[in-house]
């Protein structure tokens, strides 16, 4: 159990991803590697077809050949945290869009609380798409003052973000590295 049994200052869920990286690879590094690709070229595709979407095709082939030959300088080795992150950022804009152009959040706004959540268990500092769409919900109804629209879209994206945060603090205190878990991912990089 990370934080328990060993000290570990990665969000969780970065630890189990190579958990199961290394479970695929038969304990090689080829496993984790394949697992941070299949996360990239998810990314990738939601991030082509919503900036298809927005701003056409041309477009779109050329900001992602862009973006992901610019990982060449960001990713060195791999296996960090922000490559598998770009998943969960682009489905959040892409859902994010698709229920704007709709005006009704539904599921998918809880998705969006679900991928936030997510992306704060790889680590908490990876939330900045989460929180700018929220500001944004915020901003846009308060301008309207429809203060039930902002309450029901909140209340859908927050109940999904905490479905998942109190999925994995439950999991933690359970095992008994709660403590553990808060002092390592939280005061040690807050530090």
Known sequence: IPYRDTWEH???LVMYINALGLFLGSGSAWGVWTI???FILAGALIGFFLIKKVFGNLEAIFASILWILSLLFVFEGG???ESYNLLFQ???LYLFFDLEKMNAYGIRGFLIGILGGASFFLRQN???VFLSVLIYLFLKRAAK???GGLLRTSALIFSGFFLVLGFGFYYFAAQGAIKDLI??????NFV
């Open 145 to 147: 003052r429809d203060w």
């Open 10 to 12: 990665k969000g969780p």
């Open 90 to 92: 682009f489905a959040i």
């Open 183 to 188: 002092d390592q991912t939280f005061r040690f």
């Open 36 to 38: 941070e690709f299949v």
């Open 79 to 81: 296996n960090l945290t």
């Open 126 to 128: 990876l939330i900045g």
